[in-house]
C-alpha cells in the first residue's frame, strides 16, 4: 500500500532561512508526486505536482520539490522563507493511473517563519 | 466562479446517530473525493465519485458512503457513528480529462464533525 512519510512534525525558522522539508514515499511504481499548503483558516491549496520528466519541479510563491527517485523523496525547498509561509505543508502521492484528487498525504509538516 | 463549497461548515452529533455531509464542486469539475482530516493529521482518502459512481475506495468501513447527483455535486453519509469518526471532513473536486497533466484538485474548507 502506498505510504507518504513527513520527517518533521514542526519547523521553526526566522524570515529568509532556507527551508527543506523533507518527504518520503512507499510506492513499489510509477507514482505521481503533490505538494499542498494550508494557511491558517483556509483550505488546502496545491503548491506543485510531479508526474513525469524533469525531476525539479517548481511551484508558487518560490516553492520548488526535487524528485528523487533512488531514494523515494520528494523534498521541498525554498531558498528564503518569508513570515507568510507560516502555515501546514502536506506531501502527497498517487500512482500513475489515479487521479488529481485520490491522493495519500503524509501528515504534514507545521511551518512557523518568525519575523 | 465559485471554488468548492461544503455544509455544513460545523457538525455536532451524538454516537451512534447518522451524518450527512455535501459537497458542490468548482464550476466545470465532474469528480469529487472525500478526505477524512483527524486533528494533527493529514488527510484520508475516503473514497471518489465520477458519473455518479464510486470509482475508487480508500480503506474506510461500510458505515461511509457516498452518492454522486447528475449536477456534480456528492454526498457523503456516515451512519452509525463512533467517536472516532470526530475529524474534519474535506471534499476535493477536479476534471477528469485525458490530459491529467492539466488538471487540479480543489479542496473545499471542510465539514468539521464532532461526535458526543
Known amino acids: 500500500a502506498q505510504s507518504v512519510s513527513q520527517h518533521n512534525h514542526h519547523v521553526i525558522l526566522s524570515e529568509a532561512a532556507s527551508l527543506e522539508l523533507g518527504c518520503n514515499y512507499s510506492?513499489?511504481?510509477?507514482?505521481?508526486l503533490f505538494w499542498y499548503v494550508q494557511y491558517p483558516g483556509q483550505h488546502l491549496q496545491l503548491l506543485l505536482k510531479y508526474f513525469s520528466g524533469d525531476p525539479l519541479v517548481k511551484g508558487i510563491k518560490g516553492f520548488e520539490a526535487e524528485f528523487i527517485k533512488s531514494k523515494f523523496s520528494f523534498n521541498l525547498r525554498k531558498p528564503s522563507v518569508q513570515w507568510s509561509d507560516t502555515a501546514e505543508y502536506f506531501c502527497a502521492v498517487n500512482g500513475p493511473h489515479s487521479y488529481n484528487n485520490d491522493m495519500r498525504f503524509g501528515a504534514g509538516t507545521r511551518l512557523t517563519v518568525k519575523p | 466562479d465559485a471554488g468548492v463549497t461544503q455544509s455544513p461548515t460545523h457538525l455536532i452529533k451524538t454516537r451512534g446517530q447518522q451524518v450527512t455531509l455535501r459537497c458542490s464542486p468548482k464550476?466545470?469539475?465532474?469528480?469529487v473525493s472525500w478526505y477524512q482530516q483527524a486533528l494533527g493529521q493529514g488527510p484520508q482518502f475516503i473514497f471518489q465519485?465520477?458519473?455518479?459512481?464510486?470509482?475508487q475506495r480508500g480503506n474506510f468501513p461500510d458505515r461511509f458512503s457516498g452518492h454522486q447527483f447528475p449536477n456534480y455535486s456528492s454526498e457523503l453519509n456516515v451512519n452509525a457513528l463512533l467517536l472516532g469518526d470526530s475529524a474534519l471532513y474535506l471534499c476535493a473536486s477536479s476534471l477528469t480529462a485525458v490530459d491529467r497533466l492539466n488538471t487540479e484538485a480543489f479542496f473545499g474548507q471542510g465539514t468539521r464533525l464532532t461526535v458526543v
Open positions: 465519485y465520477y458519473e455518479e459512481e464510486e470509482r
Open positions: 510506492y513499489g511504481g510509477t507514482v505521481n
Open positions: 464550476s466545470g469539475h465532474d469528480t
